[in-house]
């Protein structure tokens, strides 16, 4: 089992920044691909970006290509999702995710955090 726990959500204005964290305890974090998901109300869950067990590989939705960061502290088993030039379409629950294998599908992934809000205001 892997447990994990984002932080950092919260309300800012368009073209601010966010960063948020998501711990894991549990299981070895290094044999984990980690990824970062969100949801808006009344909108099916996507996928936002991914980073391969040692941090070397990253992947990201078109929609936050260029403004979203995932990077990993795998001695603080620790992934983060640094988010500039938020957008009020950026509103949602974002999630973090843990998976064995190398995957932006979401359904795909084995273990879930609760979820962090994040809300960008225009």
């Known amino acids: 089992q892997v447990q994990l726990m984002e932080s950092g959500g919260g309300l800012v204005q368009a073209g601010g920044s966010l960063r948020l964290s998501c711990a894991a305890s549990?299981?070895?974090?290094?044999?984990?691909?980690m990824g970062w998901f969100r949801q808006a109300p009344g909108k099916e869950r996507e996928f936002v970006a991914v980073?391969?067990?040692?941090?070397?590989?990253?992947y990201y939705a078109d929609s936050v290509k260029g403004r979203f960061t995932i990077s990993r502290d795998n001695a603080k088993n620790t992934v983060y999702l640094q988010m500039n030039s938020l957008k009020p379409e950026d509103t949602a629950v974002y999630y973090c995710?843990?998976?064995?294998?190398?995957?932006?599908?979401?359904?795909?992934?084995?273990?879930w955090g609760q979820g962090t809000q994040v809300t960008v205001s225009s």
């Open positions: 995710a843990a998976n064995l294998k190398w995957t932006a599908t979401g359904r795909d992934y084995d273990y």
């Open positions: 549990g299981r070895t974090f290094s044999n984990y691909h």
């Open positions: 980073i391969t067990r040692s941090g070397g590989i990253t």
